[in-house]
């Protein structure tokens, strides 16, 4: 899932994700192409009395966002770092 959210720091939010492994993965990519990136646990949703789980992917610099979205929207499928 794709998000638009600025975070106070600057960061934006590009993906989250239940799987915590691919949003590494995702995150190196980001590095190999020289976007800097966090990957954080995801947010509790809501009123929700479950713990969150699973990852969210952060593009450290706003300036990078659209590079980074271009990245896993405009590109053939993209082999996965291992």
Known sequence: M????LFA???KLLLSSA???QIERFSRILFVAGIQ???RKARA????AKPASGAEL???????????????TEAA???LPT
Do not use: T
């Open 37 to 39: 990136s966090q990957v």
């Open 77 to 79: 499928p993209l082999p």
């Open 2 to 5: 794709f998000h638009a959210d």
């Open 45 to 48: 949703g809501g009123a929700s």
């Open 58 to 72: 952060w593009v450290e610099n706003e300036r990078d966002y659209r590079d980074a979205v271009k990245l896993f």
């Open 9 to 11: 720091s600057g960061m």
């Open 19 to 21: 799987d915590y492994l």
